[in-house]
């Protein structure tokens, strides 16, 4: 007992809070009560959640409680060890354990802890009843998330429903889009002049999708420009982008017939840092005399950069990102712009293929889906129903 | 093997990160954290293959003696130099302090941080050829911009009306139109997710 | 050291910045140095901080799981060698599938899920005119935006004018945000400036 | 080609000469622009005019070395304009790589007007959980910090003798970045009814108009320009003026362009017809 004791009282002297000197009403508070300790739920099987209520000298003015100290014990009556400290008006704590199994702080599976709960004035505290036992455990499901797994399940069924119509051989209609038609005349343009085009697949990774969704637009306009004998270059500024490029053109040449035109010198790495690869671009415009720039997939600062200097080389730009922040400069640099999710459209489109247009098609009733609820939201929100609120509400 | 199996492995490791979201439990924590590493790691691999094509772009250039292959040498001098500076002392060689961080401080900062701001001077000209009232689509990009950009400067008893609004669209409609950029663009990436999975999207995994 | 480093630097950067009246040598040479110089850069740095740490470090304490991503690291490889280069697709193939998966439900959280959440507001607050306007104008510019991004259906009519609006709420959006970023993008070129100006003239202090 | 359509299609060189200026004339010849004062920043400005000397002001510098640029300013404006006023301040410096910076500026401030530590400013320092610390201030400063930074008891302190808490300073002006600002709501107003003022960054500004409607706060300075209001106001102009000087001449020259390209286009249309 004596070294609990001890413990405790080394404990005080080092969390800053105790000024042991200090003169005031020396009045232990009300202690907090209600005390509960139970595994956390949804996580991984490593932390209790501890709840109480609050000490009835925990208010905005009785200014008497500042602080509730949360502790941890193997037993009701074994020594217990500080775990955490929260403000008060606060009444929860999470305990966390070690993940490593070697580690002293591990929670077992199944082993009982205890836990009391202190609330702290200036230079007093009182203790509640020891709450417990508790066992932590992990779980199989997350049931915050389950409003995500309910709409994983519905897109998907969407989205596989329409493709297997498209299999069937039922055709979509897609409305024209402006970016998309300015392809062929720009590929067009190019060949008239006789200059070669350019494509930037941006600063994303291969595992972006966005920089996925440029490798297939990438594949179509490469099999035009193999029709049409034009020269087609791309920058790289990924390694595993730029071997994926490779593999994506000459599909293309492929497809057109003239795989003996492709020349994988033309879609080379230049460096992964942004500028210094911005810097080679610019580069690259001017001396190569680029007809046409395709700026298609992520890009950040560059995006101005880029696309003035293709504006000073007088190439024709169409340009398309998902990157919210860069969107404006594009339009407002470029000929054409694909604006976030057309990027994402411009695949099917380009290639015009049933699968890839029947996914297309499961978006539009997934945007549908979505705009009813926003609107039903909206108008139940003014009625203060908050349930459908919940139904989009996802824990973490 | 060559197209089914990647295929499979796309699809198997594809629908593992769907699940595992879902499943908060350690064992398949413990999967998802190596298979992040793994990723990392391709990457470091797969920058030879970066470093070997610049190389050879840059060697077969100088080879050719192609216009600007002087250029091309200073490409490979910065690059060889840096690969020496940066393994000659072993792990002590990339210390604040050493000629590699020298080199990274008054060669490729001033160089970068230049580059960046060369922005100053392209948002001034692509706002001058952009902001014309040429079409109401055109209007519009101007008057918003000129609204936000004049919370600069004094404009008497005007500024603080158009703080106001300035303020009010960029919370207020600027807002709006992000969340629909925002749901569009997650409709679009999700459907592509899954067509990738589903192997339906396959283009980036070429051809034989 | 500090003397020539500044000269130097400051050099490069008058270097960058003649690119502004036209292409010259002078800018080439810097273009060039510096492709040079930031891909060593980048792969020495990812070596000792990346590489080893995430690699040697855990395969040297015995973490055997690591040599898996080493494997598929080597298979990326083979590209080099035309023969058997197909296999580095299983490594692609590993490195697309898993972050497919995993930004799947990223995006369906983070682009879907928590923005309609954000925007189901009520559209009538008591005694606050304000924000009454401001959410409706939230929710009509959310929902005519959307119509905008609609495939299926010619931008025609009603319907039309819908998608037109969202149109304009994009361009409102655009032209906002461009205009804010022109304070930060000066502010850059002031820093270069200074550094012109101030550390290597000595102009200003 | 016309006059006219030649200001339409002005080679872009010439805009990058004028932003070249615009960006350098202002550095080399520093010269004052107008600066329109918003009234959140002025609120601040006249806490601190009409606290009489002798009275104490709580100063937090809740910020680190990465927002030196927009924040600086703001502290060492309110730090000068009360030092002159002979008000006493107590300092605190509740983000984990800020007091370090605190402490030097403190010091050289005090050393400009000649004013005492312990007499004329305490300077509290830093301790973690920025929360509890400040919930803890409120009840008493010496909870969490029995010493200042330098050591001393805050006992042994001339002036925090009958100082225990908020109640006893005229208010508090927290220049902030991140969160801390949110407990400086939630606590120090929320919970003990002290009067909150803040000095921002550009971003986070948007974000905390709400709370000066709502009565939470009593005056907000955002980001550069709210410090060159500051600076304006308190006639102390520095670097922050310096900069919105320069800001507010190159947004002036991006205008005149758009405006010169939409006269060529307007006038060139017009011929035609």
Same mark, same amino acid.
């Given at each position: 007992? *004596?070294k609990?004791?001890?413990?405790?009282?080394?404990?005080?002297?080092i969390?800053?809070?105790?000024?042991?000197?200090?003169?005031?009403?020396?009045?232990?508070?009300? &202690?907090?009560?209600e005390?509960?300790?139970?595994?956390t739920?949804?996580?991984?099987?490593?932390?209790?959640?501890?709840?109480w209520?609050?000490?009835g000298?925990?208010?905005a003015?009785?200014?008497?409680?500042?602080?509730?100290?949360?502790?941890?014990?193997?037993?009701p009556?074994?020594?217990?060890?500080?775990?955490?400290?929260v &403000?008060?008006?606060?009444?929860?704590y999470?305990?966390?354990?070690?993940k490593?199994?070697?580690?002293?702080?591990y929670?077992?599976?199944?082993k009982?802890?205890?836990?009391?709960?202190?609330?702290k004035?200036?230079?007093?505290?009182?203790?509640?009843e020891?709450a417990?036992?508790a066992?932590?455990?992990?779980e199989?499901?997350?049931?915050?998330k389950?409003?995500v797994f309910?709409?994983?399940?519905?897109f998907?069924?969407?989205v596989?429903?329409f493709?297997?119509?498209?299999?069937?051989? *039922?055709?979509?209609?897609?409305?024209?889009?402006?970016?998309?038609?300015?392809?062929?005349?720009?590929?067009?343009?190019?060949?008239?002049?006789?200059?070669?085009?350019?494509y930037i697949?941006?600063?994303?990774?291969?595992?972006d999708?966005?920089?996925?969704?440029?490798?297939?637009i $990438?594949?179509?306009?490469?099999?035009k420009?193999?029709?049409? *004998?034009?020269?087609i270059i791309v920058?790289?500024?990924?390694?595993?982008?730029?071997?994926?490029?490779?593999e994506?053109? *000459?599909?293309?040449?492929?497809?057109?017939?003239? &795989?003996?035109?492709?020349?994988?010198e033309?879609i080379?790495?230049?460096?992964?840092?942004?500028?210094?690869?911005?810097?080679?671009v610019?580069?690259?415009?001017?001396?190569?005399?680029?007809?046409?720039?395709?700026?298609?997939?992520?890009?950040?600062?560059?995006?101005?950069?880029l696309?003035?200097?293709?504006?000073?080389?007088g190439?024709?730009?169409?340009?398309?990102?998902?990157?919210?922040?860069?969107?404006?400069?594009?339009?407002?640099a470029?000929d054409?712009t694909?604006?976030?999710?057309?990027?994402?459209?411009?695949?099917a489109?380009l290639g015009?293929?049933?699968?890839?247009?029947?996914?297309?098609?499961?978006?539009?009733?997934?945007?549908?889906i979505?705009?009813i609820?926003l609107?039903?939201?909206? $108008?139940?929100?003014?009625?203060?129903?908050?349930?459908?609120?919940?139904?989009?509400t996802?824990?973490? | 093997?060559?197209?089914?199996?990647?295929?499979l492995?796309?699809?198997v490791?594809?629908?593992?990160?769907?699940?595992?979201?879902?499943?908060?439990?350690?064992?398949?924590e413990?999967?998802?954290?190596?298979?992040m590493?793994w990723?990392?790691i391709?990457?470091?691999?797969?920058?030879?293959?970066?470093?070997?094509?610049?190389?050879?772009a840059?060697?077969s250039?100088?080879?050719?003696?192609?216009?600007?292959?002087?250029?091309?040498v200073?490409?490979l001098v910065?690059?060889a130099?840096m690969l020496f500076?940066?393994?000659?002392k072993?792990?002590?060689?990339?210390?604040?302090?050493?000629?590699?961080?020298?080199?990274?401080?008054?060669?490729?900062?001033?160089i970068?941080?230049?580059?960046f701001?060369?922005?100053?001077?392209?948002?001034?000209?692509?706002?001058?050829?952009?902001?014309?009232?040429?079409?109401?689509?055109?209007?519009?990009?101007?008057?918003t911009?000129?609204i936000?950009?004049l919370?600069?400067?004094?404009?008497?008893?005007?500024s603080?009306v158009?703080q106001?609004?300035?303020?009010?669209?960029?919370?207020?409609?600027?807002?709006?139109?992000?969340?629909?950029?925002?749901?569009?663009v997650?409709?679009?990436?999700?459907a592509?997710?899954l067509?990738?999975?589903?192997?339906?999207?396959?283009?980036?995994m070429?051809?034989? | 050291?500090?003397?020539?480093? %500044?000269?130097?630097?400051?050099?490069?950067?008058l270097?960058?910045f003649s690119?502004?009246?036209?292409d010259?040598p002078?800018y080439?040479?810097?273009?060039?140095?510096?492709?040079?110089? =930031?891909?060593?850069?980048?792969?020495?740095?990812?070596?000792?901080?990346?590489?080893?740490?995430?690699?040697?470090?855990?395969l040297?304490?015995?973490?055997?799981?690591?040599?898996?991503?080493?494997?598929f690291?080597?298979?990326?490889?083979?590209?080099?060698?035309p023969?058997i280069?197909w296999? =580095?697709r299983?490594?692609?193939?590993l490195?697309?599938?898993?972050?497919?998966?995993?930004?799947?439900?990223r995006?369906?959280?983070?682009?879907?899920?928590v923005?309609?959440q954000n925007?189901? %507001?009520?559209?009538y607050?008591k005694?606050?005119?304000?924000?009454?306007?401001?959410?409706?104008? %939230?929710v009509i510019?959310?929902?005519?935006?959307?119509?905008?991004?609609?495939f299926s259906?010619?931008?025609?009519?009603?319907?039309?004018?819908l998608?037109?609006?969202?149109?304009w709420?994009?361009?409102l959006?655009?032209?906002a945000?461009?205009?804010?970023?022109?304070?930060?993008?000066? =502010?850059?070129?002031?820093g270069?400036?200074?550094y012109?100006?101030?550390?290597?003239l000595?102009? %200003?202090? | 080609?016309n006059?006219?359509?030649?200001?339409?299609?002005?080679?872009?060189?010439?805009?990058?000469?004028?932003?070249?200026?615009?960006?350098?004339?202002?550095?080399?010849?520093?010269?004052?622009?107008p600066?329109?004062?918003?009234?959140e920043?002025?609120a601040?400005?006249?806490?601190?005019?009409?606290t009489?000397?002798g009275?104490?002001?709580?100063?937090?510098?809740?910020?680190?070395?990465?927002?030196?640029?927009?924040?600086?300013?703001?502290?060492?404006?309110?730090?000068r304009?009360?030092?002159?006023r002979?008000?006493?301040?107590?300092i /605190?410096?509740?983000?984990q790589?800020?007091?370090?910076?605190?402490?030097q500026?403190?010091?050289?401030?005090?050393k400009?007007?000649?004013?005492?530590?312990?007499?004329?400013?305490v300077?509290?320092?830093?301790?973690?959980?920025?929360?509890?610390?400040?919930?803890?201030?409120?009840?008493?400063?010496?909870?969490p910090?029995?010493?200042?930074?330098?050591?001393?008891?805050l006992?042994?302190?001339?002036?925090?003798?009958?100082?225990?808490?908020?109640d006893d300073?005229?208010g508090?002006? /927290?220049i902030v970045?991140?969160n801390?600002?949110?407990?400086?709501?939630?606590?120090?107003?929320?919970?003990?009814?002290?009067k909150?003022?803040?000095?921002?960054?550009?971003v986070?500004?948007?974000?905390?108009y709400?709370?000066?409607?709502?009565?939470?706060?009593?005056?907000?300075l955002?980001?550069?320009?709210g410090? /060159?209001?500051?600076?304006?106001?308190?006639?102390?102009?520095g670097?922050?003026t310096?900069?919105?000087?320069?800001?507010t001449?190159?947004?002036?020259?991006?205008?005149?362009?758009?405006?010169v390209?939409?006269?060529?286009?307007?006038?060139?249309?017009?011929?035609?017809r």
């Amino acid at each position: 007992m *004596k070294k609990t004791k001890a413990v405790l009282f080394s404990i005080l002297i080092i969390l800053f809070f105790f000024n042991l000197s200090f003169p005031q009403e020396n009045l232990s508070p009300l &202690p907090p009560t209600e005390v509960r300790a139970s595994d956390t739920p949804n996580d991984n099987g490593h932390s209790i959640t501890v709840t109480w209520k609050l000490s009835g000298d925990d208010g905005a003015d009785k200014k008497n409680v500042v602080a509730y100290e949360i502790l941890r014990s193997d037993s009701p009556t074994g020594e217990f060890i500080v775990r955490g400290m929260v &403000p008060a008006g606060n009444n929860t704590y999470q305990d966390r354990g070690a993940k490593e199994k070697e580690d002293k702080n591990y929670f077992h599976p199944h082993k009982d802890f205890y836990y009391k709960v202190r609330a702290k004035t200036l230079n007093s505290y009182s203790e509640s009843e020891v709450a417990g036992p508790a066992q932590a455990y992990g779980e199989w499901f997350h049931l915050g998330k389950l409003p995500v797994f309910v709409g994983t399940v519905t897109f998907t069924i969407m989205v596989l429903a329409f493709i297997s119509l498209a299999r069937k051989g *039922k055709e979509f209609y897609v409305r024209p889009l402006a970016g998309i038609d300015a392809v062929d005349d720009a590929i067009g343009r190019a060949t008239e002049m006789g200059r070669p085009i350019l494509y930037i697949l941006g600063l994303g990774s291969a595992a972006d999708i966005a920089t996925i969704a440029s490798f297939t637009i $990438l594949n179509r306009i490469a099999k035009k420009t193999a029709e049409h *004998k034009t020269k087609i270059i791309v920058p790289c500024n990924d390694p595993i982008v730029m071997s994926v490029a490779q593999e994506t053109v *000459k599909a293309g040449y492929l497809d057109a017939g003239r &795989p003996d035109m492709y020349k994988e010198e033309n879609i080379f790495y230049l460096t992964s840092m942004q500028f210094a690869y911005v810097a080679a671009v610019n580069g690259i415009m001017l001396r190569e005399q680029t007809a046409t720039n395709f700026y298609l997939g992520k890009f950040y600062a560059e995006s101005l950069i880029l696309a003035e200097t293709g504006s000073v080389a007088g190439s024709i730009q169409i340009s398309g990102t998902d990157e919210i922040a860069q969107i404006p400069f594009f339009v407002a640099a470029t000929d054409f712009t694909l604006i976030g999710e057309e990027l994402y459209a411009a695949s099917a489109y380009l290639g015009r293929e049933p699968l890839l247009l029947g996914a297309l098609k499961a978006q539009d009733l997934a945007k549908a889906i979505v705009m009813i609820s926003l609107a039903l939201g909206a $108008l139940a929100a003014s009625f203060h129903l908050g349930f459908f609120l919940k139904l989009f509400t996802v824990q973490m | 093997m060559r197209r089914q199996l990647p295929i499979l492995i796309v699809f198997v490791s594809g629908v593992f990160m769907v699940i595992q979201y879902f499943i908060p439990h350690e064992s398949f924590e413990f999967i998802y954290e190596y298979a992040m590493d793994w990723i990392i790691i391709i990457g470091i691999f797969a920058m030879l293959l970066g470093l070997w094509s610049l190389t050879r772009a840059s060697v077969s250039k100088v080879q050719a003696k192609a216009p600007g292959w002087g250029f091309s040498v200073m490409t490979l001098v910065g690059l060889a130099t840096m690969l020496f500076l940066g393994f000659y002392k072993g792990n002590k060689s990339i210390a604040e302090g050493t000629f590699f961080m020298d080199l990274f401080w008054y060669i490729y900062t001033p160089i970068q941080a230049t580059m960046f701001s060369l922005l100053a001077f392209y948002i001034a000209s692509a706002a001058y050829r952009a902001f014309r009232v040429r079409t109401v689509l055109a209007t519009i990009l101007l008057v918003t911009a000129l609204i936000i950009m004049l919370r600069l400067i004094p404009l008497g008893p005007i500024s603080g009306v158009n703080q106001w609004l300035a303020s009010w669209i960029l919370t207020v409609p600027n807002m709006a139109a992000k969340r629909a950029i925002w749901i569009g663009v997650g409709l679009g990436a999700t459907a592509t997710a899954l067509k990738i999975i589903f192997g339906i999207e396959r283009a980036y995994m070429g051809k034989d | 050291m500090e003397t020539i480093g %500044i000269w130097i630097a400051a050099l490069l950067t008058l270097g960058i910045f003649s690119f502004l009246y036209k292409d010259n040598p002078f800018y080439k040479f810097c273009e060039s140095l510096f492709v040079g110089i =930031s891909a060593g850069y980048w792969f020495v740095t990812t070596f000792w901080q990346v590489f080893m740490p995430k690699l040697a470090d855990n395969l040297i304490a015995g973490r055997f799981y690591y040599m898996i991503g080493a494997i598929f690291g080597v298979l990326m490889l083979l590209r080099l060698f035309p023969k058997i280069g197909w296999l =580095s697709r299983w490594s692609l193939a590993l490195v697309v599938g898993t972050t497919a998966g995993l930004y799947f439900t990223r995006y369906l959280v983070s682009n879907g899920m928590v923005q309609v959440q954000n925007t189901i %507001i009520p559209l009538y607050v008591k005694g606050n005119l304000s924000q009454t306007i401001g959410n409706l104008v %939230i929710v009509i510019g959310t929902f005519s935006g959307l119509i905008y991004f609609f495939f299926s259906k010619e931008h025609k009519g009603a319907f039309g004018g819908l998608a037109k609006l969202g149109i304009w709420f994009l361009m409102l959006s655009f032209g906002a945000s461009f205009g804010y970023t022109v304070m930060s993008r000066m =502010s850059l070129l002031i820093g270069r400036m200074d550094y012109l100006l101030g550390t290597w003239l000595g102009l %200003i202090r | 080609m016309n006059f006219y359509e030649r200001l339409m299609q002005l080679d872009r060189r010439w805009i990058y000469l004028g932003v070249a200026i615009a960006v350098t004339i202002p550095v080399l010849a520093p010269f004052k622009v107008p600066v329109y004062i918003t009234p959140e920043a002025k609120a601040v400005y006249e806490f601190v005019e009409n606290t009489k000397p002798g009275e104490i002001i709580f100063l937090a510098i809740d910020y680190d070395p990465n927002a030196m640029a927009e924040l600086h300013p703001m502290a060492r404006t309110i730090m000068r304009q009360s030092f002159s006023r002979g008000i006493r301040l107590i300092i /605190s410096a509740l983000s984990q790589n800020g007091p370090g910076m605190a402490e030097q500026l403190i010091s050289q401030i005090s050393k400009e007007y000649n004013k005492k530590n312990g007499v004329d400013y305490v300077y509290l320092g830093y301790k973690p959980y920025p929360g509890i610390t400040i919930l803890a201030m409120g009840q008493n400063f010496r909870i969490p910090f029995p010493t200042d930074y330098y050591g001393t008891p805050l006992d042994s302190l001339p002036m925090m003798d009958g100082v225990r808490n908020y109640d006893d300073v005229k208010g508090i002006i /927290s220049i902030v970045a991140g969160n801390i600002a949110e407990y400086w709501i939630n606590y120090a107003n929320g919970r003990y009814k002290a009067k909150v003022f803040f000095g921002v960054t550009g971003v986070m500004t948007a974000d905390y108009y709400p709370f000066l409607q709502s009565g939470q706060l009593f005056g907000l300075l955002g980001g550069l320009k709210g410090a /060159s209001e500051y600076e304006r106001l308190a006639k102390q102009e520095g670097v922050a003026t310096e900069g919105m000087s320069i800001q507010t001449v190159a947004h002036l020259v991006i205008i005149a362009f758009i405006v010169v390209g939409n006269i060529g286009f307007f006038m060139s249309k017009k011929k035609k017809r």
